[in-house]
């Protein structure tokens, strides 16, 4: 069974940088394209950045392209997520997600077979 297990967020000020890792275990051979959520209490789980299993095709929500930046190590079954200028609205919950079968990038939910519990980031203005 894939388990995923977020870390690296935190607090930081606005125009600040984070770096989230998502490590995959138990089964990762099965693992294509990865991607990262994110949910703001209140609101719906929303789509951030995914990238396939090569790294050739990454896709990012609008409002992060630029400032955003998705890639993956598979010798170390992780994907890591370099947010850069970050604004107070990008605080909410961020989730790693990873399905098995596709390895093409989509912004749906129920697309993905493995998630992880999360990491809290906190943007202060």
């Known amino acids: 069974q894939v388990q995923l297990v977020e870390s690296g967020g935190g607090l930081v000020q606005a125009g600040g940088s984070l770096r989230l890792s998502c490590a995959a275990s138990?089964?990762?051979?099965?693992?294509?394209?990865m991607t990262w959520f994110r949910q703001a209490p209140g609101k719906e789980r929303e789509f951030v950045a995914g990238i396939n299993w090569s790294g050739s095709r990454t896709d990012y929500l609008y409002s992060v392209k630029g400032r955003f930046a998705i890639s993956r190590d598979n010798a170390k079954n992780t994907v890591y997520l370099q947010m850069n200028s970050l604004k107070p609205e990008d605080t909410a919950v961020y989730l790693c997600?990873?399905?098995?079968?596709?390895?093409?990038?989509?912004?749906?939910?129920?697309?993905?077979?493995?998630w992880g519990q999360g990491t809290q980031v906190t943007v202060s203005s």
């Open positions: 997600a990873a399905e098995r079968g596709r390895n093409f990038v989509t912004r749906a939910a129920v697309d993905y077979d493995y």
């Open positions: 138990g089964g990762t051979f099965s693992i294509n394209a």
